[in-house]
């Protein structure tokens, strides 16, 4: 074993150490301090952890799983999704690697990107999830980096993942394969068929063909279309019928970021057809999942025909939503839902995957390294300005290090109450986490908010004109 990996195993206790006495201070702390003014000192201080700690999570991914999709970072050896390497992490780490000005990494992950990376190949792929995470991060990066090798192989990539769109409704297959071209997956929800868009659009700008953001807007409307009566969508979806398969309303997975890209594809396209199907569906969300219980706000579940509550339940993946209020203007009701999603963090010192909000019991003990609330706290910070989003990040951050770092990464949690790890670092660590928790503490200058739009796996892309 290399002297530095043994010498940072050493360390690793210290680190936690250090990290749990900061969490204490947070804690400790006064209500009023920690409301309180944050200086430029304790925001660079902070800023600065980030970025080291996510060079402790990237310099392991290089030491162990170099070239492949993942790190396991408890038995350090690497994962491939689909048995072979698509270069998951190194593309989706790429633009915060670029955000941080860690240049050396940067150029290193570009340089295996350009030379390394092939979708030539024959294995059948999850086209939501490769869209979010490698069209989305070759995009933002070939944005940012005007490295012309990565806008060739998103645009090969997009050419491979078109056949998804040739179902019988416009609603996408689930898979496609690589180099033939079979689909296959009637099984879907929408979030997959309604979170395209984004992706697709910018593809479209900059190759100059059409067709890419013609087919993800249909996918798009023709989800929007089968909207129940009362304006409500269900989680489950039949791409091939068009049925509903489940008639379970929310905001968490398998919705969450077909509302997002409503609003988002208004945010980065000017397209008014988005900005109307937003306007109905939050309406339709904040008459039905909206749930005031002991004057606190929160979102639970229910029937998507008849509105009736069927589950009180909010989690990891919910908390998002307080960020597309507070993105779509609506700050009040996204204040008090942040504080529900906080609320919820605190009840282990880490956020569970999902929290019976009605009994205070924790449903889903798993933590995945999720960002969702961090991704809401940076935007309430940067539209509000209001402090006391920097010092709940700063108490998260601290709680996050606590509890998933380990000599070779950060990992997963199998359950949040006994803080038990699993042997799992998923790319959106690096792509999102990691950079929400940057975003909040850096300088305003690092990312020009008002000039792009994050894709659900924030990966920063161009606005057209801002709105």
């Given at each position: ?8 195993a050493l360390l690793h206790d210290a680190a936690i150490a250090l990290a749990c006495i900061f969490c204490l201070t947070l804690v400790a702390m006064p209500a009023a301090a920690q409301t309180g003014k944050f200086s430029k000192v304790e925001a660079a201080k902070l800023a600065g952890q980030v970025k080291r700690e996510f060079l402790h999570a990237w310099t392991n991914y290089e030491t162990y799983a170099w070239g492949h999709d993942e790190l396991r970072p408890l038995s350090r050896t690497a994962k491939d999704w689909y048995g072979q390497p698509l270069l ?380």
């Amino acid at each position: 074993m290399p002297v530095d990996r043994t010498l940072g195993a050493l360390l690793h206790d210290a680190a936690i150490a250090l990290a749990c006495i900061f969490c204490l201070t947070l804690v400790a702390m006064p209500a009023a301090a920690q409301t309180g003014k944050f200086s430029k000192v304790e925001a660079a201080k902070l800023a600065g952890q980030v970025k080291r700690e996510f060079l402790h999570a990237w310099t392991n991914y290089e030491t162990y799983a170099w070239g492949h999709d993942e790190l396991r970072p408890l038995s350090r050896t690497a994962k491939d999704w689909y048995g072979q390497p698509l270069l998951m992490t190194p593309v989706d780490a790429l633009d915060t690697l670029i955000i941080m000005h860690l240049d050396g990494e940067a150029n290193k992950a570009r340089k295996l990107i350009d030379t390394k990376l092939s979708f030539d190949r024959d294995i059948s792929v999850k086209n939501f999830e490769i869209t979010i995470r490698l069209l989305g991060g070759l995009l933002s990066s070939y944005e940012m980096s005007n490295d012309p090798r990565l806008l060739e192989l998103a645009h090969d990539l997009g050419d491979r993942l078109l056949p998804v769109f040739a179902s019988p409704t416009g609603l996408p297959y689930v898979n496609v394969n690589l180099r033939t071209g079979a689909v296959s997956g009637t099984d879907t929800n929408p979030a997959e068929t309604g979170s395209l868009i984004l992706e697709f659009c910018t593809l479209s700008r900059l190759t100059g063909n059409p067709v890419y953001c013609a087919k993800a807007k249909r996918a798009l409307v023709e989800t929007f279309r089968r909207r129940s009566p009362i304006g409500l969508v269900g989680d489950g979806l039949d791409a091939a019928t068009g049925k509903w398969t489940s008639p379970d309303s929310h905001v968490s997975g398998g919705i969450d970021s077909y509302l997002e890209y409503q609003w988002k594809c208004w945010k980065l396209l000017g397209d008014r057809d988005c900005l109307d199907m937003w306007k109905a569906s939050i309406a339709a969300v904040n008459k039905y999942d909206a749930d005031e219980r002991g004057g606190e706000l929160w979102y639970g579940h229910v029937d998507m025909n008849t509105g009736r509550r069927t589950a009180t339940e909010w989690g990891a993946l919910d908390a998002f939503f307080p960020g597309l209020l507070a993105f779509s203007g609506d700050i009040a009701r996204a204040r008090r839902l942040q504080d529900s999603s906080f609320e919820m963090w605190n009840v282990t010192g880490v956020e569970p995957e999902i929290y019976n909000y009605a009994t205070g019991k924790i449903e889903d003990p798993h933590y995945e390294l999720r960002p969702e609330i961090v991704e809401s706290t940076y935007y309430l910070w940067r539209l509000t300005g209001d402090p006391k989003y920097r010092r709940m990040g700063a108490k998260m951050f601290a709680d996050f290090v606590a509890a998933c770092r380990v000599p070779y990464g950060y990992a997963a949690l199998d359950d949040v109450v006994t803080k038990q790890k699993a042997d799992r670092m998923e790319s959106f660590a690096f792509a999102e986490t990691f950079k929400y928790f940057y975003l909040l503490f850096a300088p305003r200058t690092a990312l020009d908010f008002d000039r792009v739009v994050f894709n659900t796996e924030a990966h920063p892309l161009k606005r057209l004109a801002p709105q």
